[in-house]
């Protein structure tokens, strides 16, 4: 048995050195097996090289635009000023152009995203720039641009002609309204207004009897007068009151062409009221009631309205021409007439003195000296 037991001892001796023999041979089979793996692994990467990463797609960058406004230093807005947009990243591209509006703003649209510049003119001014940066959707609003006087040529505008004041005047006067309807144009609100010249005042005649104002009042009047029926001999119905509206638009016509137009001309007087403004309210008076029968000469100085008092002794004589025998006037109610026409003028000059500006809207600021 202690034999036995001896050989049985040894055969697990035996059996446990295999064990252990299988165990070393199969660690070292895997040690093997993942070093070639590792080897073959290594030669691949360096033949196919690192696997690159995916590029991500860009973000679309969307167009924007930019706007502003351009006022001078005393902050009103520049209308008219000429605005050029160039793109700072494409010199070759055209600049893009626009100008002020009246509200002195400016837009451009569509502008693409990036660096921009912004250059601004205007006569008598200094060119501005304004540099800035576009994003992406972006409504830029640019800050206020402020113009600047150009010295060098603020000299050239002060010489203008007596010519071009008075047409930049008489352009303003055949603008202006009784609230904003009733013509009101042989009035000057401007000191030392240049005078007239010829084709000014036949244009300023012309444009006041052909204004629409005009020819209602002269249908209106001729409506009064057919109700009431005056001039019995021209009838009654439309024949009678076509005749009454010729009438009274012949002693317009013929009153303001040799009192406004052809005398004024001729003798070289201005037609226009010349607004004082200023003094007491006394002087005011007296001042409207004087130019009744005083008028300003191309000269510049006052003197008698011939050219007034002229013209309402002959288109009164002249109406004789074309009214009823019954109804013409004679020598003495011709003067009687002028009379009362140099009376209703001292009375529209009161008005104009003292209530008619305040009804006219849209008139320029001037600065009418104390006299």
Not at 124 to 137: A, E, I, K, P, Y
Not at 246 to 266: F, Q, V
Not at 277 to 282: A, D, M, N, P
Request: glycine content about 10%; charged content about 15%; some cysteine.
């Amino acid at each position: 048995m202690k034999g036995a037991g001896q050989i049985a001892k040894m055969t697990n001796l035996e059996r446990g050195s295999s064990g252990l023999q299988r165990r070393v041979l199969r660690s070292a089979w895997i040690a093997a097996l993942s070093a070639f793996c590792g080897v073959a692994a290594a030669a691949f990467c360096q033949q196919t090289g690192p696997v690159a990463p995916v590029p991500e797609a860009p973000v679309p960058s969307l167009p924007g635009s930019i706007r502003g406004v351009v006022v001078d230093r005393e902050g009103t807005v520049c209308e008219g000023a000429h605005i050029a947009l160039t793109e700072a990243g494409s010199p070759t591209t055209p600049a893009k152009t626009a100008i002020s509006d009246a509200s002195g703003r400016f837009e451009f649209n569509g502008v693409p995203v990036g660096a921009f510049t912004v250059t601004i003119t205007a006569g008598g001014f200094s060119t501005q720039v304004v540099n800035g940066l576009l994003r992406s959707g972006e409504n830029y609003e640019a800050p206020a641009i402020t113009m600047l006087v150009n010295a060098a040529q603020s000299d050239v505008h002060v010489s203008a002609s007596q010519e071009e004041i008075a047409q930049a005047q008489f352009h303003q006067e055949v603008q202006q309204r009784v609230l904003g309807i009733i013509p009101n144009f042989y009035v000057s609100y401007a000191p030392n207004a240049p005078p007239l010249t010829v084709k000014q005042k036949f244009h300023l005649a012309t444009v006041s009897l052909i204004d629409p104002i005009t020819i209602l009042s002269t249908g209106f009047f001729a409506g009064i007068e057919q109700a009431n029926n005056d001039f019995k001999s021209y009838g009654q119905g439309a024949e009678g009151y076509g005749k009454r509206f010729a009438a009274n638009y012949a002693d317009n016509a013929i009153g303001t062409m040799i009192g406004a137009a052809i005398l004024p001309s001729l003798l070289k007087q201005d037609p226009r009221y010349f607004y004082k403004g200023t003094g007491s309210k006394r002087s005011r008076i007296f001042y409207a009631i004087e130019m009744s029968v005083v008028c300003k000469g191309d000269n510049g100085h006052w003197e008698p309205n011939y050219s007034g008092l002229t013209a309402s002794l002959a288109s009164g004589s002249i109406s004789n021409l074309y009214y009823p025998a019954a109804d013409r006037n004679g020598l003495l109610l011709t003067f009687e007439n002028s009379g009362i026409g140099i009376a209703e003028s001292a009375l529209q000059n009161l008005f104009q003195e003292f209530l008619i500006r305040k009804l006219t809207p849209k008139l320029l600021n001037y600065n009418s000296p104390k006299q």
